[in-house]
T-cell receptor
Framework: NAGVMQNPRHLVRRRGQEARLRCSPM?????VYWYRQLPEEGLKFMVY????????ESGMPKERFSAEFPKEGPSILRIQQVVRGDSAAYFC???????????????FGPGTRLTVT | QQQVKQSPQSLIVQKGGISIINCAYE??????FPWYQQFPGKGPALLIA?????SEKKEGRFTISFNKSAKQFSLHIMDSQPGDSATYFC?????????????FGTGTRLLVSP
């Protein structure tokens, strides 16, 4: 039973380039969340998606960041024209459908560590 | 605005001792409180979680104590082992919104000395 998968694990980009981070949720999970972790800090919510829908993007910077979860394939977090401040670990989490008393759990992937030079 | 406050920032405990990490929240709409364990270079791993309808939950050496009136919850690690050395995060979310946007504390770095 594979867990949440993320790739690449490490990504180096020069300022101004684009970064694409991929996330495949656990089997049977239809909810995907993206979080960002800056060095020595906690995780901050960015966006919540279901298949083909962005449900909540209240944590996403207004510019340069976008996310999608297509009908087929992994969820993608895209950062255009990266800057040094985008250097962080980006984690994806997935959860099953919420049904009253279950489905609250979120399971995290290993993360993508983005370094902007 | 930090909705979940976690303390201490770091903690050193001797092997066999009890590790205690505390969190306080502000939003009374929160109804799910998980704890995550994170090793360097890894993703957070769900350790144990509690809903506000119970005051305590125990799984092995890990116990969550929950005080709804004080809006506080804590993680107790009994018989702490060197392998428990990691960063621990508390979190909270609101289930009645239909999705689980987790609000995290700032983390506690635990070191269990041999």
């Amino acid at each position: 039973n594979a867990g949440v998968m993320q790739n690449p694990r490490h990504l180096v980009r020069r300022r101004g380039q684009e970064a694409r981070l991929r996330c495949s949720p656990m089997k049977g999970h239809s909810h995907v969340y993206w979080y960002r972790q800056l060095p020595e800090e906690g995780l901050k919510f960015m966006v919540y998606l279901q298949k083909e829908n962005i449900i909540d993007e209240s944590g996403m910077p207004k510019e340069r960041f976008s996310a999608e979860f297509p009908k087929e394939g992994p969820s993608i977090l895209r950062i255009q024209q990266v800057v040094r401040g985008d250097s962080a670990a980006y984690f994806c989490a997935s959860s099953p459908i919420l049904t009253g008393t279950s489905g609250y759990e979120q399971y995290f992937g290993p993360g993508t560590r983005l370094t902007v030079t | 605005q930090q909705q979940v406050k976690q303390s201490p920032q770091s903690l050193i405990v001797q092997k066999g001792g009890i590790s205690i990490i505390n969190c306080a929240y502000e939003n009374t709409a929160f109804d799910y409180f998980p704890w995550y364990q994170q090793f360097p270079g890894k993703g957070p791993a769900l350790l144990i979680a509690i809903r506000p309808d119970v005051s305590e939950k125990k799984e092995g050496r890990f116990t969550i104590s929950f005080n709804k009136s004080a809006k506080q919850f804590s993680l107790h690690i009994m018989d702490s082992q060197p392998g428990d050395s990691a960063t621990y995060f508390c979190a909270a979310s609101k289930g009645n919104t239909g999705f689980q946007k987790l609000v995290f504390g700032t983390g506690t770095r635990l070191l269990v000395s041999p």
